[in-house]
């Protein structure tokens, strides 16, 4: 039986942390619907599992408008409210790991006075995108710069005289009940972040955690186009890399991870840069900097990452100091990260970018070789690469392959889902 890796809880930890980086404007927007969606359901007197699938809910609610460029405001995300929890939901539907939450992210913008009547109503999916609807309006009509208590009173008048048509009885009365737990909106405003006391801390095996992370690479890849494909290439490589220097069958799998998630801070970067079709300018390129910064953030505090967060963070920094954002000299960085900053700098440069198209064998080969002399990249690493350079490639290839058709099928359920 393989050992316990980590803890879901930290994981869900980390993937809320950089659903924050998205939008100053939805910082922790998903942690107070997740939070009040599992109140709601506990006033309610609700099973346990149906309690985890709301709390999922509104953790999920707004990712159909995270993978769609530039619906990242609230603003955004309430005039696009139906296309976004459809889209989530055909989003979550590809995953096993989270395909049980769908039904209630779907349903999580439906109206009472549309299914009233109808065995829609009566569906178990319906009755938890209400309580999942219920938490996001009252989270976006709370305050922060305001005492919440002070706030509650008012809040109520707000939810019913305005939403007996939008949620139904049974929502009501519970948020009419949770009206009166000071402790709750205290909780929602000034620690949010307590829904993880609500997260079961469930252990995952190591190959649960590459699921898991996996899924959570596809909402910083999915993004845009020109990325759907980055972290399943660079995890690949990393991981043929990893095998021939004769790391064993367990860090391969942690580098794994490491690609998967080397980008996770790039939620943090504009489309604008991300998708700039020529050179950035200095200033841009210190946004761009931020990114390498922020995967650290979101993992080194997670149990069993240690490695796999120096690995995925350093991605660029560079034997000669001048990498960023640490500019660590090349004794403090090691193995597993000259590898990942070898295996992105090579997809990277065998993939299509808004600026440029892929480049041949021949041009990505020189590439490496001058940053190698240069004193960038690790000449071993790069000359390994280059003497197993077709099975590698071959490799990266097919996984990136994988992850762009699951890409457009994303694509194109959301037009049949908008339309």
Known sequence: MEKKFTTKRELVRAFAGAMNLISAEIQNHHEKTAYLSFRLAEVMDLRGIQKKLVLAGGLFHDIGGILQQGK???????????????????FLERFPETKQYAPAVRESQ????????????????FLLGQIVHMADAVSLLLNEDQPVLNQVGEMRKMIFSEGETEFCPEVLSAFDRLCSLESVWLDAVYHPQCFLDLTPDIMVTLDETVKLTEFMSKLIDYRSPFTAMHSAGVASTAVSLAELVGMSEEECRMMRIAGYLHDLGKLKIPDEILEKPGKLTEEEFNVMKEHAYFTWVLLKDVSGFEEICTWAALHHEKLDGNGYPFHLPDQE????SRIMTVADIFSATTEDRPYRKSMDSEKVKAILREDAEQGCLSGSLVSLLIENYDSINEKR?????AASQKYQEILAAEKKETT
């Open 110 to 125: 439906s109206s009472w006075k549309d299914a009233k009547g109808t065995e829609k109503a009566s569906e178990e999916s």
């Open 397 to 401: 290839a097919a996984e990136s392959k």
């Open 333 to 336: 960085i090691p193995l597993g």
């Open 72 to 90: 990242v405001s609230l603003t955004e995300l309430e005039m696009h409210s139906e296309d976004v929890a459809a889209i989530g939901a055909s």
